[in-house]
């Protein structure tokens, strides 16, 4: 039990592991500025920016993205060089299809196995986010509250694939944050998930989260398409 927060750390690659080659850790440093927005989707990644960045040679760096290709993370394009992947509407319908089975899969083996420590972790993450109103706080709160769900539902596999699908959700443009009207809701939707999990009821904690990922899609769609408004506005 204790070392479960360990293997998440590791899971999530935000430890600091000292025995990472050069080219690893460019991989490390570079995968986690992708999820943090640090490169938005579509932007270029020049070779010798992020090897100036990271104070390294362009070996470890082509190495790197090399890898985060192969990941998805990043494409090459023929005459703009590698680039932030970029997600289409489709994949996006995808991912939040899975996303929907996933979560609800994690709130549910979370609502059977959660600790008590995490229960009450979760409470306190809820709590936290009622004081905060910056978009990027927010977004960083809901990260934080859904990363707590995966690993109190004590199943690596379903950790693995979730991790997989957070990658591809850093592809997407925006946060649905940033639609105010979303921020009421999707809290009282977490205070849901919540009640279920701490009540040990697998089956609501499923419903609730489902539910949650739906209204997340249905916001995503709204950021996405009032992204392409305001695009074409300006260059009107
Ligand atoms: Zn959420």
Same mark, same amino acid.
């Given at each position: 039990? &204790?070392? *479960? ?8 690659g !935000? $430890?600091? #592991?000292?025995? /990472? ?14 999820? &943090?927005? *640090?490169f ?7 070779? !010798? $920016?992020v #090897?100036?960045? /990271? ?14 290709? &192969?990941?998805g ?11 932030? #992947?970029?997600?289409?509407q489709?994949q ?41 109103t ?9 990260r ?16 693995k694939a ?8 850093a592809?997407?443009?925006s ?5 105010s ?6 809290q009282?939707?977490?205070r ?10 697998a ?7 489902r ?10 769609l709204?950021?996405?398409?009032q ?10």
């Open positions: 039990m &204790a070392k *479960r927060p360990r293997k998440v750390d590791q899971e999530n !935000t $430890e600091d #592991a000292p025995n /990472l080659s050069r080219g690893e850790l460019v991989h490390v440093k570079l995968r986690d500025a992708i999820r &943090a927005g *640090r938005a989707p579509g932007q270029r990644v020049r070779e !010798t $920016e #090897a100036k960045w /990271l104070d390294v040679s362009r070996t470890p760096v082509r190495e790197a993205f090399r890898r985060l290709q &192969a990941d993370l990043l494409v090459f394009e023929p005459w703009r060089g590698v680039v932030v #992947a970029e997600l289409d489709q996006m319908i995808e991912l939040y299809a899975m996303r929907k089975v996933l979560e609800g899969t994690a709130a549910g083996l979370a609502a059977r196995h959660a600790a008590d420590s995490q229960i009450a972790m979760l409470e306190d993450l809820v709590e936290q986010t009622d004081a905060v910056a978009t990027d706080e927010l977004a960083e709160l809901n934080h509250f859904h990363q707590s769900i995966y690993a109190a539902a004590h199943n690596r596999y379903l950790l979730l991790n997989a699908l957070r990658d591809s959700m592809l997407l443009p946060t649905t944050y940033a639609l009207e979303r921020q009421g809701p999707a009282d939707e977490h849901e998930i919540l009640a279920a999990i701490k009540s040990r009821d089956a609501k904690a499923e419903t609730t989260a539910k949650h990922i739906d209204g997340a899609e249905r916001a995503r709204k950021v996405i398409s992204m392409s408004r305001k695009h074409k506005d300006t260059e009107l």
